[in-house]
């Protein structure tokens, strides 16, 4: 079955690591004809942009995509989304701490299935810090009894889904929350979920938006918490 996936980047302020992802890219395209990369420019403050220009100009698997101002994660994600033309669309990470080649992966299961419209597909990280590790499975804990559906490492990437099941989306987060939300509209819709392991390895260059420090978790911890007890108002 000859099916295109469009896979979002977003980037802020990644220019040290566009060599490295796009050359990841640039393999990738080798190995696999139906794949669009829609790299974001989302409201970087430092030489992404410059950075795009001078390396994805003329490639033609790369759609490049900018926003102006930072609005969040999820914001560029969706800008990304809304440009792509692949029948199947997902996002992962710019730091390369997954490899962009886990997509093809998830490809597969497409591939491979007769009812690709009822499939939604996402990695399941190994390799974490410890720390890491179990602050996602607290994590995964809380929003499991909450939201009274298995949810568990709830931000793995990629993300995999059919372009049929973006068009239902309703007014999604602009923050990290935007994988919650995917993740449990698909398991609340009764799509068939996939998981699959990738390994998390190391950024090479700059820090996390989000994992930081105690106070970065902390403020993410309560953007999540804010907005999965929504996401459970409205269940009822």
Same mark, same amino acid.
């Given at each position: 079955m000859i099916i295109k996936l469009s896979l979002v980047i977003p980037c802020y302020n990644e220019s040290k690591n566009l060599p490295l992802l796009l050359n990841r890219c640039k393999e990738i395209a080798e190995r696999e004809d139906n794949i669009e990369f829609v790299i974001v420019d989302n409201g970087s403050t430092d030489d992404t942009s410059l950075v795009?220009?001078?390396?994805?100009? !003329?490639?033609?698997?790369?759609?490049?995509?900018?926003?102006?101002?930072?609005?969040?994660? &999820?914001? @560029? =994600?969706?800008? &990304?989304?809304?440009?792509?033309? @692949?029948?199947?669309? &997902?996002?992962?990470?710019?730091?390369? +701490?997954?490899?962009?080649? !886990?997509?093809?992966?998830?490809?597969?299961?497409?591939?491979n299935t007769i009812e690709p419209e009822q499939l939604f597909v996402k990695g399941k990280r190994h390799g974490r810090p410890i720390a890491d590790t179990f602050?996602?499975? @607290?994590?995964?804990? *809380?929003?499991? *009894?909450?939201?009274?559906?298995?949810?568990? !490492?709830?931000?793995? +990437?990629? %993300?995999?889904?059919?372009? /049929?099941?973006?068009?239902?989306?309703?007014?999604?987060?602009?923050?990290?929350?935007?994988?919650?939300?995917?993740?449990?509209?698909?398991? /609340? %819709?009764?799509?068939? =979920?996939k998981r699959f392991?990738?390994?998390? @390895?190391?950024?090479a260059y700059g820090v996390s938006n989000w994992n930081i420090n105690f106070a970065s978790k902390y403020r993410f911890i309560k953007r999540t918490l804010v907005y999965s007890f929504s996401l459970h108002r409205k269940m009822k």
């Open positions: 795009l220009d001078e390396l994805a100009l !003329d490639l033609d698997y790369i759609t490049r995509v900018k926003v102006e101002t930072n609005q969040g994660y &999820g914001h @560029g =994600i969706l800008a &990304g989304l809304r440009q792509a033309t @692949g029948e199947l669309l &997902g996002w992962s990470h710019a730091d390369m +701490q997954t490899d962009l080649a !886990d997509a093809l992966k998830g490809l597969d299961l497409f591939r602050f996602t499975m @607290g994590m995964s804990i *809380f929003e499991t *009894f909450l939201l009274r559906r298995l949810m568990w !490492d709830i931000n793995a +990437q990629p %993300t995999i889904f059919h372009r /049929k099941f973006f068009l239902i989306w309703d007014s999604p987060p602009n923050d990290f929350s935007l994988d919650l939300y995917a993740y449990f509209l698909a398991k /609340k %819709t009764k799509l068939v =979920i392991p990738v390994l998390f @390895g190391k950024r």
